[in-house]
């Protein structure tokens, strides 16, 4: 293969997974990791990727698939996500919980937990609780209707929150890194989640693995504000170190 040929081979994969290691691309194409460094920095050199430690990322935003897309990625990391996040939650609390496959994903695990009291501008994670037998007291906010999420948002969505606390937040991102924090690829979405959050004692960030590392439009929070991040054991290992040298609990 030519150089060039796999240089756009490398770029495509990468823009399609949002990031790949040195080792993984080396093994993939059969080549040296000197060679994969140079192509990296041929790469990163014109604007097409980003470099950084060990590999290298889009140099492109994240913008999210559909809902019914993005629940069947990842979808047994993000059950595994579900039941890590029920072993944080004690009987009785009050949630709030944004819109989200790996939120929606929880819900199972969550259903088996009394006495909860939920506030959603979730549509379908509103019927999935009832659904799956749960006793929670569930709060769906109103406000304009997206039916794509089956979701509320914007302003009348944002005040109904204002008018609630709550024991724990729990957010699904888009994108996370430990530079930046919580990200979110809608506007609407990320208002949302700042405002649960500012009205919850405790911040929860549901991410899987493919989303860490990786940056999105709208900053939800800083990683300082986040109190629990959950995500699956396939966090690459220099991520482990990075947010370990931030102070974070992760369960993975």
Known sequence: MKPRERRLQIETMIRSEGSASVEDLAAHFEVSTETIRRDLARLAGAGRVLKVHGGARSARLLV??????RAAQASEEKVQIGRRLAGEIEPGATLFIDTGSTTLAAVPALAAIVGLTVITNSCRLADALARAGSDASVHLLGGSYVAGNAQTVGPTALGQIAEYQADHCVLTVAAFSAEVGAMDASHDE?????????????????ADSSKLDRRAAFTVCPTARIDLLITDDAIPGPMRGQLAACGLRVLC
């Open 64 to 69: 999210e698939p559909s809902m019914d897309i």
């Open 190 to 206: 990320a208002q949302i989640a700042r405002a649960m959050a500012a009205n919850a004692q405790n911040l929860i960030v549901l």
